[in-house]
């Protein structure tokens, strides 16, 4: 690199975009729906899980992180809704309740394909890898402080709001490790699969579930957190 270029810096707020827009393409491609997140994001010092659905996940690896995703009533039920409409469900048979576990369980594993997205957009441009451990999804009539990010050692917050098709909100909350990934030398990224791949697995149905194993030290703290949370 020569002295006079400046180099590539990738930091938080890159970061933050590049997990907006796994939200939107899986949401949008999965729902077959518009959505929008605000221009605007917010810096926090405390990320929470708050009314009605709140869903976490741990990730690590190159860097460490909490992703927190916080649903009304009403957008997770849109999302749910279109969800399954769009894999071809009668109407009459869909819960009608956000309370209903077959709506968090699709909430669940629609977070499952957001944070995959994300992580294989990390491998792809910053050339390192994360991991992430199974999403926590919970059904809140209160909002719970989560201490989960105290273990980064430099931790920096942000919340974006998000807008679905029908304007119902719902908020992503982001705190990970204060870092930056600075291009030392040109690289080759690997293309990204195709979108429709992720349709075709939608409309394939859930895969059979694993053989129980056990748990790693992050699944591990993760239920020592719901725990403590008397969960």
């Known amino acids: 690199m020569s002295t006079s270029e400046k180099p590539v810096v990738f930091g938080t707020e890159d970061m933050l975009l590049s997990l907006c827009n796994s939200v939107t ?21 405390k990320t929470c899980l708050k ?35 769009h894999m071809g469900m009668d109407k009459d048979g869909l819960a009608t309740s956000h309370t209903s576990d077959e709506v968090a369980n699709v909430m669940g594993e629609l977070m499952n394909q957001i944070i995959g997205d994300f992580t294989g957009k990390v491998a792809r ?47 992503l909350e982001l705190a990970i490790d204060r870092t930056e990934f600075i291009k030392l030398c040109d690289f080759e990224t690997q293309e990204a699969h195709d979108p ?31 725990a403590s949370l008397g969960m």
């Open 25 to 45: 393409r899986v949401l949008s491609l999965t729902t077959q729906s518009q959505l929008r997140f605000s221009g605007m994001i917010q810096r926090i010092t």
């Open 51 to 85: 009314p009605d659905i709140g869903c976490f996940v741990l990730f690590d690896g190159g860097f460490s992180g909490l992703v927190v995703l916080n649903f009304s009533a009403a957008s997770a039920m849109e999302i749910y809704e279109s969800y399954m409409l």
């Open 125 to 171: 441009e910053l050339q390192t890898q994360i991991t992430q451990n199974q999403p926590k999804m919970l059904v809140l009539n209160k909002q719970v402080m989560l201490s989960v990010d105290t273990h980064l050692d430099k931790p920096e917050a942000r919340r974006v709001t998000f807008y679905t098709a029908r304007n119902n909100i719902f908020y």
């Open 196 to 226: 429709d791949e992720l349709i075709a697995q939608v409309n394939g149905g859930p895969a059979p579930a694993a053989a129980p194993s056990a748990p790693t030290g992050a699944e591990k703290h993760q239920d020592d957190l719901l």
